[in-house]
């Protein structure tokens, strides 16, 4: 079937709803070969634009939904409709559903120490017969190849269907990228962001009323100063807000040969 796509700042999105994208994700766990989803939001585009390697895993995914208020607004301003914006952290938990009634193994990969392990007690309370087959902390910062290696070999062997890695944009897609061909087992490999933090509860989502009206940005900005670094967290807001409406609108003004 012919992709439904729309493109911002050179990134491709597949232009579908929620209940499409999980119906797409159900149809990639029953072929037998490796599947990438991404979840690009204005931060991603962002870095897309300055780094092509990035910018070419986006474009060459098997799925992008759009995730992010901005993704909305940027359409809108270019002409484009949208016909749903996709949180990640919805689509990860109606994907967990999904896995749990399939009877699907999960590995989850990433965040600070005792998080992912947090995550964890969280989704089996929410789907008590999910299959988590494997569970590593991960790290945002410096990465050695001795413990990339150690991570590939035990998801190896836990064998996973689906692949949640929670190293932030855009090291986990670089990640997935680098390692794909040694992800032998696994059918969907998905970068989650903040997504084991927000069932972890060490960070708390917006009230689903702000989510819902695309305010989700506003709680995170007014909320930084409770967690680590919140002038980086403000600078992020501010990043995928304003500066990101700036570059959309200069590339849209650009002249194309």
């Known amino acids: 079937m012919h992709r439904q796509t729309i493109r911002l700042l050179d990134v491709t999105f597949d232009n579908l709803t929620q209940a499409e994208a999980i119906h797409k994700a159900t149809e990639f766990l029953e072929e037998r070969r490796f599947h990438l989803i991404v979840t690009p939001g204005p931060e991603f585009l962002l870095e897309a634009t300055a780094h092509q390697q990035f910018r070419d895993i986006l474009n060459h995914a098997d799925l992008s939904i759009a995730d992010g208020m901005g993704i909305h607004l940027g359409t809108r301003l270019t002409g484009q409709r949208l016909r749903q914006r996709i949180p990640g952290a919805d689509f990860v938990l109606d994907l967990m559903s999904v896995a749990a009634k399939k009877g699907s193994r999960v590995f989850l990969f990433g965040a600070k120490n005792g998080v992912a392990e947090q995550a964890t007690k969280k989704l089996l309370q929410l789907y008590p017969t999910l299959n988590i087959v494997g569970i590593e902390s991960g790290s945002r910062g410096h990465w050695t190849k001795l413990h990339d290696h150690r991570i590939v ?64 940005w506003l709680h995170t900005y007014l909320n930084a ?33």
């Open 153 to 216: 070999e035990r998801i190896h062997l836990a064998k996973p269907d689906i692949l949640l890695v929670a190293l932030g944009a855009p090291k986990q897609e670089l990640w997935i990228d680098q390692h794909r061909a040694a992800l032998h087992n696994v059918r969907i490999a998905i970068g989650v962001g903040r997504t084991f933090d927000y069932l972890a509860g060490t960070i708390k989502r917006a009230p689903k009323v702000m989510r819902d009206t695309g305010f989700e």
């Open 225 to 257: 100063g409770k967690y680590y670094q919140p002038e980086h967290r403000r600078q992020r807001v501010t990043n995928a807000t304003v500066r990101f409406i700036i570059e959309l609108a200069k590339h849209h003004r650009a002249p194309r040969y």
